[in-house]
């Protein structure tokens, strides 16, 4: 096992150089030749498939079962309220600054070093696989989705985002629809009963108060929001078509398959899902992994918030350093005690996991 220590200030060193190093989703190549250098570096064999990289524990074993640590490397292009340099890894007052230092370069190298922790022990129960993916931020399609066909099944995992290091145990899925409300075009002058702006009414309306009945003890219920609407180019011309975008958030109660179904049965329009592989994700409360986190006095919640979770078909906890409040903010921080914090805490939790 390496020092903790050792392996902290080299978690802190490679998440300054990688605030320093352009990485938007799909644009990730230069962050992932960081991580290359750091694997190599700790001489930890790896592979890579476009900007996903990925290790397996030196004593992997097919018999066992693996537990997954993923975190991503790509951000979200710098909030317009920067008034610092975004990719100037600046470091105040116990807090390091930069794009990405939050959500979620203080998670990946804290998974990063965790796994590094474990990465030569011999007698662990599980196998160990760390990914660290490209792509989260837009839901790409050569993020983590892309390497699951390289890995073995997998029995469990944890995801990095910031969480205050406590224990997000479900996490709402996402399903974004295009309505399209249909009529007939006319003249405005000529009367239209058929006027599909008018006929879209009772579909936004139907979206606006229905509840879907199974309401989950830790995401709550089911939220349908219409967030855009287009019609019409003209002022004197009645349109065919009335556009909607209609963004869903699903609790673990249900599939996105299951809500798409009961939105069809009920609107009158043409329905579209943009993507239907942006699930619910939740782990049970007795969940090994779980009670680690809560014999150290971690609490557990739902979050509201889309993570990598959304691909994977094995329960899941999401759990980092860092609060998901600075995410996507203008200078970004996370706290470098955060990130002691939290490597200290994945190895506890990963202990105690191992032991039971």
């Known amino acids: 096992m390496k020092n903790i220590k050792i392996l902290t200030e080299e978690a802190i060193e490679l998440l300054k150089s990688l605030?320093?190093?352009?990485?938007?989703?799909?644009?990730?190549?230069?962050?992932?030749?960081?991580?290359?250098?750091?694997?190599?570096?700790?001489?930890?064999?790896?592979?890579?498939?476009?900007?996903?990289?990925?290790?397996?524990?030196?004593n992997f074993d097919i018999t066992k079962p693996t537990l997954l640590l993923n975190s991503h490397h790509d951000t979200v292009k710098p909030n317009q309220g920067y008034l610092n340099n975004p990719f100037e890894a600046i470091v105040k007052e116990d807090k390091l600054y930069g794009l990405g230092s939050n959500d979620a370069g203080g998670c990946l190298v804290s998974l990063l070093a965790t796994f590094a922790y474990f990465y030569s022990d011999e007698n662990l129960p599980y196998n160990i696989i760390v990914v660290a993916s490209a792509e989260e931020e837009s839901s790409g399609k050569k993020g983590l989705n892309s390497v699951l066909k390289h890995l073995p099944e997998l029995d469990c995992a944890i995801v990095g985002e910031p969480t205050l290091m406590q224990l997000a145990i479900a996490e709402k899925g996402l399903l974004v629809l295009d309505v399209i409300v249909k009529g007939t075009a006319s003249h405005a002058a000529h009367n239209n009963p058929d006027n599909p702006i008018y006929n879209a009414m009772p579909v936004i309306e139907w979206f606006k108060n229905y509840t879907f009945e199974r309401i989950s003890e830790v995401l709550g219920a089911v939220k349908m929001t219409v967030t855009l609407i287009n019609a019409g180019k003209q002022h004197n011309v009645v349109p065919a078509e009335c556009h909607l975008v209609v963004d869903i958030r699903v609790n673990d109660c249900y599939s996105n398959l299951e809500i798409l179904e009961v939105v069809k049965e009920h609107v009158k329009a043409e329905v579209t899902p943009r993507s239907m592989h942006l699930n619910a994700s939740s782990i049970p409360i007795t969940h090994g992994l779980v009670q680690a986190g809560m014999v150290l006095g971690r609490t557990t919640y739902g979050s509201p918030t889309l993570s990598d979770q959304a691909v994977l078909s094995c329960q899941s906890l999401k759990l980092g350093p860092g609060d998901t409040l600075r995410s996507h903010s203008a200078d970004e921080f996370i706290y470098l005690n955060e990130i002691e914090e939290g490597i200290d805490l994945y190895i506890k939790i990963l202990t105690d996991f191992f032991k039971h």
Do not use: C, V
């Open 19 to 58: 605030i320093k190093t352009p990485s938007f989703s799909s644009e990730e190549d230069q962050t992932a030749l960081l991580i290359e250098k750091w694997f190599t570096q700790n001489s930890i064999p790896f592979e890579r498939e476009n900007n996903n990289i990925w290790a397996f524990n030196k």
